[in-house]
């Protein structure tokens, strides 16, 4: 007979507990940290989430993949018609940004060379962010996966994006087996994953 396990919740979903090197609890806290922006514009865009998403990528490469992500989609604006009311339309990037052709079933288009097209795979160089000076990536999961970054941009939706940029990006491989992984073994390999990304107009 097989003994019972005293503790089937920490078994069965929480799974391992902190790592030795864990030794300044609490590890999460309800005091906020409040930064103030001003001069906010049409097009900027504010991220939130969570340590999963963190773990995987830097500021500066979700930052790219979200400026990726337009440079392939376009941007969503409102736009008032004749009877006063509002809809919303996908526009193209701005004429700078422009060196492509139009997609033949709407209005958008895909840059060439400064933003590559869908089903191809970026580095983060790729990326149209400007990195600062002497940046150093010190996200742990890519190096704990032992693969390399290179991201897609297949997604519809910009959270979507992200996600599967998170979890293995252009490796659909590994995409799928972090993705599938069950508790307690997936808290091995990555985090919970929350993301929302607000675009400003």
């Not at 895909?110 to 150093?136: F, M």
């Not at 999961?141 to 897609?152: A, C, G, P, T």
């Amino acid at each position: 007979m097989v003994p019972r396990n005293p503790d089937p919740l920490h078994e069965e979903v929480i799974g391992d507990p902190p790592s030795d090197d864990c030794l300044t609890p609490p590890y999460a806290t309800a005091e906020p940290v409040v930064t103030t922006m001003k001069d906010i514009k049409n097009g900027d865009f504010a991220i939130f989430a969570s340590d999963g998403l963190w773990e995987s990528l830097t500021s500066e490469e979700v930052v790219g993949l979200v400026g990726q992500w337009l440079g392939v989609n376009g941007m969503s604006e409102r736009v008032p018609d004749i009877d006063g009311n509002y809809r919303i339309v996908r526009v193209p990037r701005p004429a700078e940004f422009v060196t492509g052709e139009a997609k033949q079933d709407t209005s958008l288009i895909i840059p060439k060379g400064e933003y590559l097209p869908r089903h191809k795979a970026y580095r983060p160089s790729d990326l149209p962010v400007i990195y600062p000076p002497r940046y150093k990536d010190t996200t742990q999961r890519y190096k704990q996966w032992k693969h390399e970054k290179k991201f897609l941009c297949e997604d519809d939706f910009v959270g979507l994006h992200l996600m599967q940029n998170t979890l293995g990006g252009a490796n659909v491989d590994l995409s799928w087996a972090l993705t599938y992984l069950k508790m307690p073994m997936a808290r091995r390999f990555r985090d919970g994953i929350a993301i929302i990304v607000v675009f400003f107009d």
